[in-house]
C-alpha cells in the first residue's frame, strides 16, 4: 500500500509543478484555453508520471523474480 501513496503523491506533486512551469511559459498565449490547457497538461503529465512509477515497480519485482528462480535451478 505504500508505493500507492508513493506514487500518487509523486503524480501529484509533479503534475502540480508541470502545470505552473506552463501557466509562467505560455499564460499570455493561452489565456482563452486556460482551463483546457492546464487540465491536458495536468493529465498528461500525471499518466507519464504514474507509469513510470508503475514500470519501476514492476521491473523490481521481476529481478526479484529472477533472481528467486535462478536460486531454485
Known amino acids: ?3 500507492l501513496t508513493s506514487s500518487l503523491m509523486a503524480s501529484v506533486v509533479v503534475a502540480v ?14 489565456s482563452g484555453l486556460g482551463w483546457g490547457v492546464r487540465y491536458a497538461v495536468f ?15 514492476v ?8 533472481q528467486t528462480m535462478i536460486r531454485r535451478i
Not at 509543478?17 to 493561452?30: D, K, P, Q, S
Not at 521491473?59 to 526479484?64: E, G
Request: with cysteine; glycine share 12%.
Open 1 to 3: 500500500m505504500g508505493w
Open 17 to 30: 509543478v508541470a502545470v505552473r512551469i506552463c501557466e509562467y511559459l505560455f499564460g499570455g498565449v493561452t
Open 43 to 57: 493529465c498528461l503529465t500525471w499518466t507519464a508520471v504514474t507509469t513510470l512509477t508503475g514500470m519501476h515497480g
Open 59 to 66: 521491473s523490481k519485482q521481476m529481478r526479484r523474480l529472477k
